[in-house]
């Protein structure tokens, strides 16, 4: 590909809808701004508003609320790479050749999992065979199969598919974490602007007791045992395979993350690291330190240049507006309902390859582990040294987000039992009342949701919502160009793409899949007169 524009096909009003009402509500309604994004949006708006009036939360809340953060990322990439992606590189068909025994026996080269026997991988054999002879493929009816870009070896296409196939269930028992913390998912009823709701009495079966815990523990440790055993060594299996994949796709190489699972009252110790990287320099990593991070605050702007909103300002989210303003679709003026935020001028790649890079580069020990793990496994499936300078890449976005799922899942249990040794010292506290002076006050609250840093932003006048903006990690990737003409990081990792079937572009979802897009709509093709040459789901 020689040119890409990203186009955003749905605007967003919640912005509007908050104007004038109480703080202490933004959390249910930006919860709704997607279906999957819930517990972040929700998480991120409290915190923005405990930020503008100062408020601390007791440590008790600060644990629920990283348990749940972290279960629900958990849920997320596994859904993300074996449902939403992984089918990019798996071809299901091809699963119809292979030897279930010698998918048997590789598969216990590499991992210990203990459902990678032969029958698991016969059994899933004979369904696939019964879908097609029955002429449908059933949740795979949708698929590039037999495209030439597709490489995986029958074997590790049928181990691909079981693993598919049990990722369903996986998912399930992390997303039962968020639902026993968060009352229900989606769209968690449990929050609170100081804090959160989860009443804890030992005795009480009706609210947080040692049944509950320990049947949280029990659920992320198989959550723990599948990410560790199965997903971090499929991502490392299509990644040997497809080495070319790791040069391409690298596009914007200023990389954003924010600090998350907070160990303290006021958000100034963490357990993931946060900060920035320019031109792919490790050495320039610069921290972010805390909720009330300067550095942060006072960088970030979006741009409206190529933005179908009234004005072509680039402004700092406390002093936007939200004027929708829709005119034709036009590549040199206005093509997109997605904002460009910049920091410090620059565009910034968020998401889990940023995070592991910046964890990486700030010596995160559980980083440097799961990283090195990945990459020495697909070191020895690919008969060649892999350093990380390939996570630069269309690949290296997946890998990173299987080493992120591993760092989350120890984390998971780390304050798991944070919280169960807290609460046997006797503090059962959980909430600490708000209180919302007169005049004007101005927050933001940031956290590093699955796919990359989101940040909310308001301004309160006199206890009521003066202006409110998100911005969010589909924003920073998936953002059009700004006034200088730079390009977001979807359009830049476009660029220099193959693409073998311009009516099958599977390399082009390839690239958007990787970052994990989060926009209910669809990709258009087209070529360079304007006119449409295919049409994909991207989700």
Not at 5 to 28: C, F, Y
Not at 125 to 130: M, S
Not at 285 to 305: G, L
Not at 420 to 447: C, M, T, W, Y
Request: aromatic residues 10%.
């Amino acid at each position: 590909m020689t040119d890409a524009w990203s186009s955003g096909q749905m605007w967003r009003g919640i912005e509007v809808i908050l104007k004038g009402r109480d703080p202490r509500e933004a959390w249910l309604f930006t919860q709704r701004i997607c279906g999957v994004c819930t517990t972040v949006h929700a998480i991120t708006s409290v915190r923005a508003v405990e930020n503008a009036i100062g408020l601390e939360i007791p440590i008790n809340a600060q644990y629920i609320r990283n348990i749940i953060m972290a279960a629900h990322c958990l849920h997320d990439h596994i859904v993300h790479f074996y449902q939403l992606s992984a089918l990019d590189w798996v071809d299901v068909v091809s699963a119809l050749k292979a030897d279930p025994r010698a998918t048997a026996a590789l598969a216990e080269t590499l991992s210990p999992w203990p459902k990678n026997g032969y029958r698991e991988f016969a059994a899933v054999k004979d369904k696939l065979t019964g879908y097609v002879n029955a002429g449908q493929l059933g949740i795979f009816a949708n698929g590039y199969w037999g495209h030439p870009a597709m490489k995986l070896p029958p074997e590790i296409n049928l181990l691909a598919v079981t693993h598919y196939l049990q990722a369903l269930d996986i998912q399930r028992q992390a997303n039962k974490v968020v639902a026993i913390l968060g009352s229900k998912t989606p769209n968690i009823q449990n929050l609170a602007v100081g804090g959160v709701a989860n009443a804890i009495n030992l005795d009480n079966p009706s609210t947080l007791n040692m049944d509950k815990l320990f049947m949280i523990k029990d659920l992320l440790t198989e959550v723990a045992a599948f990410i560790q055993q199965v997903y971090l060594v499929d991502v490392a299996a299509v990644a040997a395979h497809y080495p070319d994949w790791l040069g391409y796709g690298k596009g914007v190489t200023n990389y954003l993350a924010v600090p998350d699972m907070p160990l303290d009252t006021k958000g100034t110790q963490f357990d993931l690291p946060g900060g920035t990287i320019m031109a792919g320099n490790l050495g320039s990593v610069k921290p972010f330190t805390s909720f009330n991070d300067a550095y942060f605050r006072d960088n970030v702007q979006e741009s409206i240049a190529h933005a179908w909103y009234d004005g072509d300002w680039s402004r700092h989210p406390y002093e936007e507006d939200t004027v929708p303003h829709y005119t034709d679709f036009d590549p040199a003026k206005k093509y997109s309902w997605v904002k460009a935020p910049r920091f410090s001028g620059q565009p910034m790649q968020v998401g889990p390859l940023a995070q592991m890079l910046v964890g990486y580069a700030s010596g995160h020990e559980l980083t440097k582990k799961w990283a090195t793990v990945v990459l020495d496994t697909a070191s020895s499936l690919a008969k060649t040294k892999l350093g990380p300078e390939v996570l630069h890449s269309t690949l290296g976005r997946h890998a990173c987000r299987a080493v992120r799922c591993a760092v989350l899942s120890d984390l998971s249990l780390k304050h798991w039992g944070l919280l169960a040794e807290n609460i046997g010292k006797g503090d059962l506290a959980i909430f600490n009342e708000p209180v919302f002076p007169s005049g004007e006050q101005r927050g933001f609250g940031f956290h590093e949701a699955p796919r990359g840093a989101l940040s909310h932003w308001v301004v309160i006048r006199d206890g009521k919502i003066h202006n409110y903006q998100c911005v969010v990690p589909s924003t920073w990737n998936a953002g059009p160009r700004d006034d200088k003409g730079q390009k977001g990081p979807y359009e830049a990792s476009l660029v220099g793409n193959p693409v073998a079937d311009p009516q099958r572009p599977l390399e082009v979802l390839r690239t958007v899949h990787s970052f994990d897009p989060c926009l209910a709509c669809a990709i258009h093709a087209v070529d360079a007169e304007g006119n449409e040459v295919s049409r994909v789901n991207v989700l």
